[in-house]
């Protein structure tokens, strides 16, 4: 569940199913959080998931996450997609939302 200071609108909250975070600037990858976070929910093993390069390009992810820490000024980064049943999106912050459902087209 969101805390109370999330700055999530209440229809993503309804919808929200779970939350991960990674630390970036510890220099952990977003696409290993991913797969670690979406293992967590399905109950298999990392490697018994299908490659997250299908769902979305793993460099370009991790590659970013990094760029927006660099621009500290430009705010939070957010890439939604679609990973194993899942909406999953990445935030530059270092903070994974994941919903059970496709993608909604995002305001």
Do not use: C, K
Not at 99 to 106: D, L, M, N
């Amino acid at each position: 569940m969101p805390s109370a200071d999330d700055q999530t609108d209440a229809s993503e909250a309804a919808e929200l199913r779970y939350v991960a975070t990674f630390d970036p600037d510890a220099g952990e990858q977003a696409s290993d959080a991913v797969v670690t976070a979406v293992a967590t929910l399905t109950g298999d093993s990392p490697v018994e998931l299908s490659p997250l390069y299908e769902a979305v390009e793993p460099d370009a992810l991790d590659s970013l996450v990094r760029h927006a820490r660099r621009s500290d000024d430009a705010g939070v980064h957010q890439l939604w997609f679609s990973y194993e049943g899942f909406d999953v999106g990445v935030q530059s912050n270092g903070e994974i939302r994941i919903r059970r459902g496709p993608v909604a087209a995002e305001p």
